[in-house]
């Protein structure tokens, strides 16, 4: 293998969170050194050439649990696969025939799993906090939030700023635009507290149903147009409108959206020419994006699926050392 | 690792079952050395400090089929914890979604499964007897009865026995109390079989509708009033109220079962100063147990679920490769 | 272990496809490569006596998908199986909780897995042809079909035919019936392809609104009655009456049916002595098959399921390694 276990280094001294429930409470450097690791884990394992040596068994023996009360294909499987790649047993535990339906407490089926030696635990939740609750009862095991309502979703925006750094090789100065659902979207708010610690200017864009105006305070700048901000964008981050956290439809019709929003080769051609288009996906090809642009050479979306495997063993990784300082 | 394979040592002679189905069958010196087994993996293995040595790959090359027919969250994760600390390979069989919906028998569904190369399987059906009728129809494969109806539930009451011999340091002469729904418990049958061959004195308590009489004949005393008997209880096993399992409320309300039978702080006054309380759980908070007991000095609900890995552990290991001794 | 990665030796320069689409397209002597790969792994892989020697890392450090759009349990957990005896990770992605349910195209999510940096995919899905599109789109990365709609299932051809000719040595000049639900049956049409190609006679036999006459051109002969051709025929394979798959009963009667192509003890004794049966399960017991059949002596039904992880393996092995000629 290119990289092993000796040769990786131990973790670093710097981080000592035993919990990554948000960006919001992470500060810049926190941020970059996540950052930093990831790009390690992508370069060095990831991209191994002989295919044989995309694994680092840097947490062997450690068992992590995936704690999902909400449908997740990409966001579990990227979890898992990071686990598995560090070398940890990762169990699925299926919450719609839990125990739960028994009347369990949320609390006491995680510290029931907790008592048969779990070492970290990776939860989604439709409760905004959740995830900070059970860092505050669950001892000796680490907290990693995957979505915890229209809260937060670090790892996801910690995947989009990776895309953004390893193209722009930083983020500082950049413009980055929210496009799309800000009002539902946990990933926006992780987004704008991560690019604004590293720098960036962000715009949050789209139909005024669908911005909050809370967010004016986190110094983020509005528009409704997307046509007027294309020239003075570097990155386009396209939210998918959320069918299915909608009670009521936000706009007239999804044919009225694209033609206001839907990111396509003419808007693409009003752009700077190095722009970037990421999207958190699952993509809504023909509303959020059209097939041309999300196929084409601006657009990052696979490869922001690659960074998020990354981004994931960079969490486990640091997170899980971090609260076991007396492993080896 | 503080425990090798090497270090370990191999099976113990004296154990020669190849099934594990229930505990009425066993001798008091095989409930003995399950249990011994079950401390050693715990304290050897399972409280390893340094996070990392929290395996031993004794059943390294073996694979382990989950075949749980009802749900199940503790039992079905503590049996796949416990498979892969053990070194192997645990699949997950999703009976909902089997071939059984085509029409197939489950002798059909079990022999396929085994001609698949399996050296465990791990069953829980709604039928009593299940697990018997496979360990007959599977050759070279051992079967662990993991809940078999109304019938036995063997690993559970292997674990409310480890864990009160834990805290005792014995279980003859104690007198341990079962209380609530003993009509519908596996579990209380299973620990009357093992509680009673190791010398313990059983008490069998709740309202009549739900204490079978049937159950006379095994030796055990009877209480309709829970604060009749608090001062002479060594150990409360508080069984959860299984209204999944129940046609007719057996009680006017859960209010007045509460009031009757919940252990409660006004109650836990008048027990013996080291009395243990046990529940198998899912817990119903303010039903059986009030959140003060559970969570109080007294319990050992969670302490339960750690012993419940170690116990399966234990029973893994003894039984495959009690059935196979041309292997290494 | 009685092999290791070093006796194994270096994957068959001979084989050079990185996917498993169908029969239809493979030659004979591919065909017969996979053959002679699987009989390997089942001798030297599976049947170790000492059961701790059933895995070899051949595939370790590469990530096998499971991606299951229509219910399985025998040939998910086969390949599941194979693929873990050969080292790899598997990773089941349940399609029923999946983004698709979002609106995401199946290329989508395909991509979306790929982009985890994922070796193999094995899909189950009801539309024929969509293994075929998927390892158009899918670079670097090994398609397995496990059955696309009513079209090709090759692995269960491949361990039919691998039964046959582990009982008779060959598949050249042997006479072999498929019997049943010709026209629903992806297992008939890899089968034909298959035995063809190595020489064998195929008949199909069914009532008419069974057997698709588009057959006709592959060359493999027609009968409406079983008792016709009892005496002639080496190999029986019975195919399962798929009730789901039947928009329209195509026979009065299950009970009719039965009478006239269930393969009884008396239809049993008008055969040749050492006629082969076998049947791709799950069976339906007194429809296809009597009991007294499936369990006797010329059944070969649970030794097909023991080639499948065989056959699986051998296909893992040699599309992973023949897609990734840069690896060690």
Redesign the interface.
Known sequence: MSASTETWGAPPAEWTRSHLLGLETLSKEEITLLLDTAERFRTEI?ED???????IPLL????IVNLFFE????TK??F??AG??LGA?V???AAA???L?????II??A???L???V?GVVIRHSCPGTPHILSKRLEHCSVLNAGDGTHEHPTQALLDILTIRRRFGRIEGLTVALVGDIAHSRTARSDIYGLKKLGAKVIVCGPSTLVSQGWRELGVEYSYSLDAILPRVDVFNLL?IQ??RQVVRPFPSIREYALLYAMNAQRLAACKKDVLIIAP?????GVEITPEVADGPQSAI??Q??N??AVRMAALWLTLTAG?K???
């Open positions: 990831l050439p002989r295919g044989t040596g995309r694994k062997a023996g450690r068992t449908n997740s294909t990409r499987t990227s898992g696969l598995r790649r047993d169990v699925e535990f025939t839990s125990s339906s028994k009347g369990e407490t006491d089926t510290q029931n799993i008592a048969m030696g070492d998918r069918f299915e996906g699952p993509i809504n090809r696979l490869d699926v690659t998020g495997v076991q007396n492993s080896k």
